[in-house]
């Protein structure tokens, strides 16, 4: 069965980068769509980045775009999530997460879940 574990979170100052990287276990990412999602203290979670199987489509938050990059590693069974000038809104849990879909399709409706890590933005 999939497991995933995240790794990567901190303490950054606004302003700062930090790079995520989730890695599979008990099976390899070559047939999951992957996505990050996050959340704050008490808040809804929310899908950050998605990418697709082949990583030819990635979608990206709103509130992300521009910042944040989702790139992934399928002979490393790897995918990372790179920040860049983080926010103190950025602030909360971050999730890797998989399901099955189409080799090119960036749709992540995920039924597999890592156990999270922890991204403090504060200075």
């Known amino acids: 069965q999939l497991q995933l574990v995240e790794s990567g979170g901190g303490l950054v100052q606004p302003g700062g980068s930090l790079r995520l990287s989730c890695a599979a276990s008990r099976a390899t990412l070559d047939s999951y769509a992957i996505g990050w999602f996050r959340q704050a203290p008490g808040k809804v979670l929310e899908e950050v980045s998605c990418?697709?199987?082949?990583?030819?489509?990635?979608h990206y938050a709103n509130a992300v775009k521009g910042r944040f990059t989702i790139s992934r590693d399928n002979a490393k069974n790897t995918v990372d999530l790179q920040m860049s000038s983080l926010k103190p809104e950025d602030t909360g849990s971050y999730f890797c997460a998989a399901n099955r879909a189409q080799r090119n399709q960036a749709m992540c409706t995920p039924d597999y879940w890592g156990q999270g890590t922890q991204v403090t933005v504060s200075s």
């Open positions: 990418i697709s199987i082949s990583g030819s489509s990635t």
